[in-house]
């Protein structure tokens, strides 16, 4: 992996390879083990336009425990602020010789635009609605780590699909293993022709969950909503909140997940969200270091592949 900007057109063996590493870093983080400094000598910065606390920290904390130097740049006290573009930015911080760049940006196809334009290795934070790569590989490793497996499991992902990056990057990875994925919205929540994607389109949470693994439940995006596209919060949680009531129409051993950040009240009930025997969200966070060591670690090894390249010629 030069780059990792999106799930889609990954093939099952790369998304495997992320897999298996992530798994085998999540068991050593558990235990204690020392953790070989793969990025030993690299540099790294965080670039997020957009707010985060999982995302932005474990970056930092899977960097920092494989051995890289990780820098945080601060958009809101940057040059960003005098009216440096993106573009220019990303090339700055390339000049002091940064081997991986992280980014979130509220456009979908920034991260994309800018891996094109530097020459480093660029990691896709969530870029506007498109895609949150690291997220469906968390996600798909606590399932995994869970449920023992992937092929053949229904996952319904209820809620504000519209603005998710979230739910594309999920569909993408759980289809290519061979899960089933539903969608579960009220119509003006769900993205028109997003079923060419492969997924069930539910606008019932009783039909959509029916006899379903896996719950994943998303926030409604009000920061990126213009205009009304609920009547209300509260007829909103009516319908689409996740209760235990509506969890019922689920398998008895289905399990339920949250990207976070949460709003408890608006798409789950709180206490629910707190049921250690039914809840991941805390597990999700845990797994979150460990997908991202994998992906750093892999990206490490494809710089380290180059630089040997390189040499080489020059001999
Ligand atoms: N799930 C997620 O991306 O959370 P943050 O916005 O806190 O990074």
Do not use: W
């Not at 498109?130 to 497996?149: S, V, Y």
């Not at 603005?163 to 999920?170: G, L, T, W």
């Not at 929540?189 to 019932?204: A, N, R, S, T």
Request: net charge neutral.
């Amino acid at each position: 992996m030069n780059h990792l900007l999106g799930i889609e057109g990954m093939q099952r063996s790369e998304i495997e390879a992320v897999l298996n590493l992530a798994d085998d870093y999540a068991g050593k983080v558990r235990s204690g083990e020392k953790i070989e400094a793969v990025l030993d000598g690299f540099t790294m910065i965080n670039l997020f336009f957009e707010n985060s606390t999982r995302t932005r920290t474990s970056f930092e904390l899977a960097g920092k425990r494989l051995g890289a130097a990780v820098t945080n740049m601060s958009v809101v006290s940057s040059s960003i602020k005098k009216g440096e573009t993106l573009t220019d930015t990303a090339l700055t911080l390339r000049a002091m010789h940064t081997d991986i760049l992280v980014v979130r940006h509220q456009c979908s196809g920034a991260v994309k635009l800018l891996s094109e334009k530097v020459g480093c290795s660029v990691v896709n934070a969530g870029d506007g609605s498109h895609e949150h790569p690291t997220q469906a590989f968390l996600d798909a490793l606590t399932i995994q780590r869970r449920k023992g497996k992937l092929q053949g499991l229904e996952v319904a992902i209820c809620g504000d699909i519209m603005h998710s990056r979230v739910a594309r990057s999920n569909i993408h990875l759980l289809q290519t293993m061979g899960a089933r994925v539903r969608l579960v919205a009220p119509p003006t929540l769900m993205p028109p022709d997003i079923e060419k994607f492969g997924p069930q389109i539910y606008h019932d949470m009783k039909q959509g969950l029916k006899d379903c693994d896996i719950v994943m439940m998303l926030r409604l995006q009000t920061e990126r909503m213009q205009g009304n596209y609920v009547p209300s919060v509260r007829e909103y949680y009516h319908f689409y909140g996740l209760t235990r009531e509506k969890l019922a129409n689920a398998k008895q051993d289905a399990l339920i997940m949250h990207p976070g950040p949460m709003n408890r009240g608006v798409e789950i009930d709180s206490e629910l969200a707190d049921d250690i025997h039914r809840s991941l969200i805390q597990e999700q966070v845990e797994m979150g270091v460990a997908v991202r060591m994998a992906s750093l670690a892999l990206i490490g090894k494809a710089i380290k592949a180059r630089k040997a390249i390189k040499l080489q010629d020059k001999d």
